[in-house]
């Protein structure tokens, strides 16, 4: 579960919320309530543009779609007294969609001073239950050592993954596609991200011991440690 | 007076809905037929497979069941039936000598099978099954990623009987979960945005006879054929130079 952007997302509710209101008490002639719920509802649908920004997409609303189709409903009933009572709304439903922009401006920020995304902790928080699988056969049969990435927690670093030397590394001597040892040949699973970062990662293990691949559905990340944290297993 | 004809009428049509889902999805699985209507359904003019023997019925679950079968050229296949809308439905069948898996539930790779039939004369020892994904790595702006290449295997004995079958290991269940959920987040959301599935991981087989040969199994020496949904899929037969040997 990603806590932050539930709150957020929340909070933008109860904003659309309060606006409501404000337009319902200041109303002489009030709509029918179910109906207004419906309309904003409605009114969010808009045409947008996907926006790249860090790590996702954004949208960005251009099109009030929404709002014409109820225009295109209500504007000819009661000789436009219904368009009177509802068109607030339509439009609120539309500025609702800058509402949820706003969040999906601020949500990274918030995650980030959460949740450090250069810090192994964010995603490697409870690591009692890991196991090591073997993934490839180059490596040795080896087990978690769990003591000794408890005590290198604060010190394992980010750096910079090389996927493309890591990739051509392996071919260097000249050997076939299928016979080249693999770099990370260990999966570390059952371990769990941090609670509420909204994070599932996938973890390799370098045949060292000492780096850890982390996948993200966003993004890779590369950490590297003093010490192996594997032991030999049976 | 409208009213009065409406809701009984409503009332009605929620219950035959009901009644129709029920029977259609949850109404436990009636009485797998008997031998002679297998062989009946399998050589009839839809598969046109001439059956000289049904091997076995092996319930996998209470609505999924594995039926090795011969035909009258001596070929082994192998069959699979599933509870469905209310009836026993073939859900696939193939001979020749591929090994197939079964997944009975696409999202769990728990629910998955291997399932094989190979004709005695191979004289098979043990039969190795492989989860593979090929190294691999990419830069798009400025971002890399890196795959890590795998290759986990598994054997499973062939034993006295030409037909078996086994589940995925646990070990495999855990990497494929882990890698689905990643895949599914890494698909984005959008009009404008390119999307270039990445490589996905596969399943082999090699299988090792008596006198320690992993050549392919080709007795009899058959083509095969066969019908398949989208649930099964056949495993790749790998040579010793398709895979990393210690």
């Known amino acids: ?234 | 007076m409208r009213k009065k004809v409406l809701v009984p009428l409503l009332l009605i049509m929620i219950l035959i809905s009901c009644g129709i889902f029920y029977w259609y999805y949850l109404a436990p699985p009636a009485t797998f037929p008997d031998q002679e209507e297998i062989k009946a359904i399998l050589s009839g003019p839809n598969n046109r497979v001439g059956i000289a023997e049904i091997q076995d019925t092996i319930f996998l679950d209470d609505k999924h069941v594995y039926i090795p079968f011969i035909t009258k050229e001596e070929d082994h296949g192998i069959s699979f039936w599933e509870w469905k809308k209310h009836e026993w439905q073939l859900s696939s069948f193939s001979t020749g000598s591929m090994p197939q898996i079964w997944k009975m539930d696409s999202d769990d790779p728990s629910s998955y099978y291997i399932i094989w039939n190979f004709h005695p004369e191979n004289n098979l020892e043990y039969l190795t099954f492989f989860l593979i994904k090929e190294r691999g790595f990419s830069v798009t702006e400025g971002k890399h990623h890196y795959d890590p290449g795998i290759q986990m295997d598994y054997r499973a004995e062939a034993g006295k009987k030409s037909y078996g079958y086994t589940s995925i290991p646990s070990e495999w269940q855990n990497y494929m979960a882990a890698e689905n959920k990643l895949m599914e987040e890494r698909k984005p959301n959008g009009l404008f945005a390119d999307f270039f599935p990445p490589a996905q991981y596969y399943f082999g087989w090699q299988a090792t006879s008596a006198d320690g040969s992993t050549e392919y199994p080709s007795y009899p020496n058959l083509n095969g054929f066969g019908s398949g949904g989208s649930s099964t899929e056949h495993l790749r037969f790998l040579n010793d130079n398709d895979i990393f040997i210690r």
């Open chain 1, 1 to 234: 579960m990603n806590a932050p952007e539930v709150v957020l997302n929340l909070l933008a509710w109860g904003a659309v919320f309060i606006l409501a209101r404000r337009i319902y008490t200041k109303q002489e002639s009030k709509p029918i309530i179910w109906k207004l719920v419906i309309v904003i509802l409605v009114g969010l649908f808009s045409f947008s543009i996907n926006l790249p920004y860090m790590d996702q997409q954004i949208k960005l609303a251009i099109l009030p779609l929404g709002v014409w189709i109820l225009y295109g409903i209500y504007s000819r009933k009661n000789e436009g007294i219904s368009w009177d009572q509802y068109r607030k709304y339509a439009w609120l439903g539309f500025f609702a969609n800058f509402i949820f922009l706003a969040v999906s401006l601020i949500n990274p920020l918030i995650h980030c001073a959460i949740f450090p995304g250069n810090e192994i902790s964010t995603y490697l928080s409870n690591s009692n239950k890991g196991k090591i699988i073997q993934t490839h056969p180059s490596a040795d049969h080896k087990k978690l050592d769990r003591d000794s990435l408890l005590i290198q927690m604060d010190s394992i670093k980010e750096e910079p993954v090389f996927s493309e030397k890591w990739y051509y590394e392996t071919f260097e001597s000249g050997i076939e596609r299928s016979k080249a040892e693999e770099r990370f040949p260990y999966q570390l699973a059952r371990t769990k991200a941090k609670w509420g970062s909204g994070i599932d990662p996938m973890i390799f293990v370098e045949q060292d011991g000492k780096g850890l691949l982390i996948s993200t559905g966003q993004k890779q990340l590369y950490f590297r440690a003093e010490k192996t944290f594997l032991k030999k297993g049976e």
